[in-house]
Each structure stands twice: as C-alpha cells, then as structure tokens.
C-alpha cells in the first residue's frame, strides 16, 4: 500500500453546466453556453447542456453514489444564471433553494460541499454587455460572490472563484472554440486580466465577512519541456509556459504579469487595462491554490508558418510554436497520458513560488471511449491506470516537499465536455444518456479503495 498524509482529502468534482440541465427551471437565466451551444456548428453533433447528466433532479442519486464511494469532499460550481439569472441583483429563490437541497444531501453524507463559483458560464446579460474584456464584468462577479457568499458561508467552508481562467479567456476569446465564441486577441487578454481582478476582488470581500473560511481557485497548469536542446525550442519553452502557466500564476502568487510575454504580446497588452492597485488586489492571499492537471506540453519553435497548432491550442501569440506528440498512449480527448508531469508541475510551482499556499488537484482525469459491457458493468482498466499512476506522482510530490493536502477526481459523472458534447466521458460513474441510469466503472470502485483505505492498493 502507497500511503497518503492523514486527513489527506479525496473527493470528485464537476462543474454546473456539463451535469445539471434543467435549464430553463425554477427561474435560471440564460449563460453564454446556452447560446453557444444552440448556435449551429459549434458542438458536436449541435448537442447542447439542456439535460445533461440530469443532476438537477437526480443529484440526491448522485450524493449517494459518492457516499457509496467513501468520498470525503465534492467540488461543484453554481452555476451564475441559476442564482442571478441577469448577472446582477437579487439571488433567483430556486436556484438558492437548489444549492439548499444539495447542500442538505451532501451534509447529511458527511460529505464536504467544495464550491466553484465560476466555471465558465457567464450570465448571457453581461456578456450582451460586454462579456470579460469589460472592466465592469469584474465588478458584477465580486457583487455575485458577495451575495452567494453571504447567503451559503454558513454552510460551505471552502470557496473557489474560478476554475481556469485561462479557458474563459483565451478558448473563450482567443480562438474561440468555448462561449462566447470571441477570436479577438485583445480583448482576450483583457478577459484575462479581468477574470484575475475578479478573482481578487472576490476573495478580499468574501475573507472581510468571513476570514475563518478558505478561499482560492482552480488553475489549469502544464508542464512545458523543449522537444529538442535547440535555442528555438527553448525559446518556445519559455512562450508557451508563459501563455499556459506564468500568465496567471505569476499574478495570483507573486503579483506580477511575466515582463517577456507582455512584451511578446506587443500592442495586444492590455497596459491601461491595468490599474495602479490591481496588481495588488490579484495577489489577495489565498488559503489553498487548485491546479487541474491533464498532460504535459511538449512544444517547438522555429518553425514560423509550418503550424496551426498554437491557435488550435489557444496559445496565444505563439504563431509558429507548435506542439510535439511523441507517441504515448492517449486519452479519447487525444490528450498524452504523462503522470509524471503531475510530479513535474507541482514540483516546479513548489520551485518557483516560494511560500506556495496548500495545494489541491481539484481536476485530474481522463476520457475514454467506454462501454457497457454483458455484465451491465463498465470495465474501464485504462481509466484505473491513469489514476492509479497519477496518484502514485501526487504521493512522490508530497515527498519532495509539495504543500498537496486533497485530489479531486474529474469527473464524478460522465457529462456534457463543451464542445464535444456528450461523446467524451470523464465519469468515474457511467451515465446512460437515454435512461440517465448510473453505473459505477471500476475506476469508481478503484476510487472508493483508495479514499476508504487513503492509500493506492499494490498493483496485482
Ligand atoms: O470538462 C473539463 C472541465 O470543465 C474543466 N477542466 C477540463 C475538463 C476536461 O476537459
């Protein structure tokens, strides 16, 4: 048995938008995925997040499996247009009363409610007025979180802003393939900035009114290794960690945006978006850092024109810096299966942040095309393996000195993946689109061994 710290936290996670459905229920706004999604062309087979996972009327169901599980924590997001259908205002009396039984499920388990408050879904009223790249979007976040804080702290001890901000900004803005569906450079980096003053913002009110509880967010970090020793992919090295990872850590965990990016990104800089104490209000001391690991970028240069693989990737401004594949088994998303960059992100956080906060996986997972098999079971041994191997790089990152207190499974259910719609599945529970029945994979079972015992089993 691979042992992990006492009170070391195991949990699941998912997001409101990819689970919930019920989208025009008990007084919800529109998001931008909404719209998104019913745009023609823009998800798979134009599927949408209209029923999803059905976890609106099933999460008592879902609560269960995951007390079934063992699991001592779940990460959800709320969604932003259930509880403030116009982005502004009052909270929506259903969605409270949503949150409310869920919270009432997951406290009845014994289960710790983990909430994200942004996962992507912006009230569809403000990005008609602007989205992100405006400063008031930032204003109108920290006003939402004031209020579902003030509603909910009394019941949720652990709050995460964001979940990967990179995402909202640069998928969302950049090249477009997430809501709002934006290819606008500039104002992705304006996004960018006013997700992270939003961020801060957030976390200064919400610590004002309640500094016994913890407060963070959810970023999606990568490590970034040259394909080769050449100056040019060092150099793309040094561009893409900038634009995947330093863009955002560097601010949140030491206050400032790297001075070669900014310069790399050249009049698209969003300088007079930035205000003399934002810098300061991003750097809000933050209780626990969330990084969602999925795999490692390997990345060349030199090769300005020959790739389109920086814009596919959202790697903005990297026009000619393309990404490596070497030839490892990969995931349905066609995502590299590297565990041991688990290892090599953490410990390199731990390297360049001295003083780093408690760190959490709150996302690490993979998507395989599975089946249910005869038996009416799901045997997904390369889902187990993924796990089984990533968990054994978060203990060997414990051990060389990573602040890591808690890993969050992605995903609990099977469900909506943006813009692939429902035909990637992340679940470590199967879920029948047609019947909406739940069946724990053995990943599931897998999980519940390891959160039970809080140790990795021997390998057979
Ligand atoms: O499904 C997403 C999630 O919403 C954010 N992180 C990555 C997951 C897999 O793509």
Redesign the pocket.
């Known amino acids: 048995m691979t042992s992990f710290p006492t009170g070391f936290l195991w949990g699941t996670?998912t997001?409101a938008y990819?689970i919930e459905g019920a989208v025009s229920e008990d007084g919800r706004g529109p998001s931008i995925w909404d719209t998104f999604a019913h745009t023609p062309g823009k998800t798979v087979g134009g599927e949408t997040g209209d029923v999803a996972a059905d976890h609106y009327h099933r999460h008592a169901e879902d609560v269960a499996i995951m007390r079934d599980l063992g699991l001592g924590a779940y990460r959800f997001s709320m969604s932003w247009s259930r509880m403030q259908p116009a982005g502004t205002g009052p909270l929506n009396p259903g969605g409270v009363a949503f949150y409310d039984r869920l919270l009432d499920e997951l406290h009845a388990a014994g289960i710790r409610p983990w909430v994200t408050l942004y996962?992507?879904d912006l009230p569809q009223l403000l990005e008609d007025a602007g989205g992100w790249p405006e400063r008031d979007t930032a204003h109108r976040f920290a006003d939402y979180a004031a209020a579902v804080h003030a509603r909910f702290a009394d019941r949720i001890a652990d709050w995460l802003t964001l979940?990967?901000p990179w995402?909202s900004a640069f998928l969302g803005y950049f090249n477009g393939v997430h809501a709002p569906g934006r290819t606008e450079p500039a104002a992705s980096l304006r996004a960018m900035h006013h997700l992270l003053l939003g961020h801060g913002m957030a976390t200064a009110q919400m610590r004002a009114a309640r500094p016994d509880l913890r407060y963070g967010l959810s970023l999606?970090l990568y490590p970034v290794d040259p394909r080769s020793a050449s100056r040019q992919d060092a150099d793309a090295v040094r561009r893409i960690d900038g634009v995947s990872n330093r863009l955002f850590t560097d601010p949140v965990l030491a206050s400032t945006y790297p001075a070669d990016i900014a310069s790399d990104l050249g009049a698209d800089w969003p300088a007079d978006a930035i205000r003399a104490d934002d810098m300061a209000t991003i750097a809000v001391p933050i209780d626990m850092l969330g990084i969602?690991y999925?795999t490692r970028h390997v990345v060349f240069g030199g090769e300005a024109g020959t790739s389109t693989t920086a814009f596919d990737n959202g790697w903005i401004g990297c026009a000619g810096v393309g990404k490596a594949m070497r030839g490892y088994p990969v995931t349905s998303?066609g995502w590299e299966v590297d565990p041991a960059g688990l290892y090599d992100v953490l410990t390199r956080l731990k390297d360049r942040y001295p003083g780093l906060p408690p760190v959490y996986i709150t996302?690490n997972?993979a998507?395989f095309d599975d089946v249910v098999t005869d038996d009416g079971q799901v045997h997904d041994a390369a889902r187990v393996d993924y796990l089984d191997a990533h968990f054994r790089q978060a203990r060997r990152a414990i051990d060389a000195g990573v602040p890591l207190r808690g890993y969050f499974v992605?995903?609990l259910l099977d469900?909506f993946?943006?813009s692939?719609g429902t035909t990637?599945r992340?679940g470590v529970v199967h879920v029948d689109y047609s019947t909406q029945r739940r069946t724990v994979k053995d990943s599931g079972r897998f999980l519940r061994r390891v959160a039970t015992a809080n140790a990795i089993p021997d390998r057979q």
Do not use: I, K, L, P
């Open positions: 996670s997001a990819q996962h992507w979940n990967e995402c999606n969602n999925y998303m996302e997972g998507s992605w995903s469900n993946e943006w692939f990637r992340f």
